[in-house]
């Protein structure tokens, strides 16, 4: 949605190509798994169908005015997938193999993203929210990451001596 927002917008390449990529090669990859996994013709067309409508609502029918609705939903299914890593965390008081470089990373890409994306788009609050939710969900789960490094080595290396009985 945030690549084919930014191409309907007509915002510069250099502020969402790496989604647009990661787009294409999302599309690429459920067309391995259907082709290894042999998924049902009936099934890959409905599927195949149903994007092409998406495809269509996007180019056509959406209107400058309700392009929006394409970020709308964003921040929430950066929480569900942030957020529910966040409880496990949380009540388990560890983080299991989770790394501070990784998510460090993660954060430091949203932070870059949300200074390049005011640099070339400007204000667009629709994308600066998803990179803010981003953000703040990175920032909780970096905190966690180093608040639960102690009981994390614990718990690992507990897992490392089962696997050797």
């Not at 169908?49 to 299914?77: C, E, G, Q, S």
């Not at 803010?132 to 994390?152: A, C, D, M, P």
Request: aromatic residues 10%; hydrophobic residues 45%.
């Amino acid at each position: 949605n945030a690549a084919f927002y930014n191409l309907r917008r007509g915002n510069p390449f250099t502020a969402y190509g790496e989604t647009f990529m990661v787009m294409v090669q999302t599309v690429l990859v459920v067309i391995m798994i259907w082709m290894y996994s042999k998924t049902n013709k009936t099934t890959v067309g409905m599927l195949c169908a149903a994007y092409a409508v998406y495809l269509f609502v996007v180019f056509y029918i959406l209107t400058d005015d309700t392009l929006y609705v394409l970020m709308v939903y964003m921040p929430i299914v950066l929480l569900t997938s942030r957020g529910s890593q966040i409880l496990a965390n949380r009540q388990q008081k560890q983080t299991g193999a989770q790394s501070l470089a990784t998510t460090g990373m993660n954060l430091t890409g949203s932070l870059i993203r949300t200074v390049t994306t005011i640099k070339e788009v400007g204000w667009d609050l629709h994308i600066l929210r998803s990179y803010g939710s981003s953000i703040v969900l990175n920032v909780i789960l970096f905190v966690q990451i180093v608040l639960y490094r102690e009981n994390t080595k614990r718990v690992l290396e507990d897992v490392k001596q089962k696997k050797k009985a």
